[in-house]
């Protein structure tokens, strides 16, 4: 069954430091992967995607396949990337219809 | 806002209640999904419509059901409401309906049943 799994439910990290947060999926096809993100009290927003390749506000994420693995980074924390963090894999139900499957989210907190 | 929103924002009620969460989605867009957010669950798809039609469903409840109109807002209606369902409730809408679709998200209803 897909899958995704980020293991840590809450990061800390200085600002200027680097940031990584972690997401593994299980999928047996080429996946389509997204980070969302949700800062306080606002919608869920889309980061960045895979297929789009493009760093979003400084965050990267590179799919490893052979880790199956998703990881966003960014080099220098800003106390602005404070929030949380979503890693989601599109699931085609049927030709045309699709859900997203959410990893449990990881609440990231950057302190100055 | 040309985004997708959502109402009402906030939704207080009893057990046995029902209630309805509307969505309006993004200009143009024709797929709508509902989603659950629950601290011990996360993020849950319930269900899928596009362009009035009913296209996937997920892990949502038969107390629960969903619609989506000619305009193509779309209606959420939870009844018998329990503690439990009790939760964030997102719509999500997209262009069309297949997996490199970019899902955008409205604000949310937070139901509390008490």
């Known amino acids: 069954a897909q899958r995704v799994t980020q293991p840590e439910k809450l990061l800390s990290v200085f600002k200027g430091a680097p940031v990584e947060l972690k997401c593994n999926y299980s999928?047996?096809?080429?996946?389509?992967l997204f980070w969302y993100v949700q800062y306080s009290r606002q919608r869920l927003q889309l980061l960045l995607r895979?297929?789009s390749r493009e760093s979003i506000k400084g965050f990267t994420a590179d799919l490893n396949k052979g880790e199956t693995s998703f990881h966003l980074k960014k080099p220098f924390a800003q106390e602005e990337d404070s929030a949380m963090y979503y890693c989601?894999?599109?699931?085609?139900?049927?030709?045309?219809?699709?859900?997203?499957?959410f990893g449990q989210g990881t609440r990231l907190t950057i302190n100055p | 806002d040309s985004g997708v929103t959502q109402t009402p924002k906030h939704l207080i009620t009893a057990t046995g209640q029902r209630v309805t969460l509307r969505c309006s989605p993004r200009?143009?867009?024709?797929?709508v999904y509902w989603y659950q957010q629950s601290l011990d669950q996360g993020l849950q798809f319930l269900i899928q419509?596009?362009?009035?039609?009913?296209?996937a469903k997920g892990n949502i409840l038969e107390r629960f059901s969903a619609q989506q109109f000619p305009d193509l807002h779309s209606e959420l209606n939870l009844s018998s409401l329990e503690l439990g369902d009790s939760a964030l409730y997102f719509c999500?809408?997209?262009?069309?309906?297949?997996?490199?679709?970019?899902?955008?998200f409205g604000p949310g209803t937070r139901l509390l049943v008490l």
């Open positions: 999500a809408s997209s262009v069309a309906s297949g997996v490199e679709e970019t899902q955008y």
């Open positions: 999928y047996s096809g080429s996946p389509e």
């Open positions: 895979h297929i």
């Open positions: 989601a894999l599109p699931k085609d139900i049927i030709q045309g219809a699709q859900k997203l499957v």
């Open positions: 200009s143009g867009d024709l797929s």
């Open positions: 419509y596009y362009n009035g039609e009913e296209r």
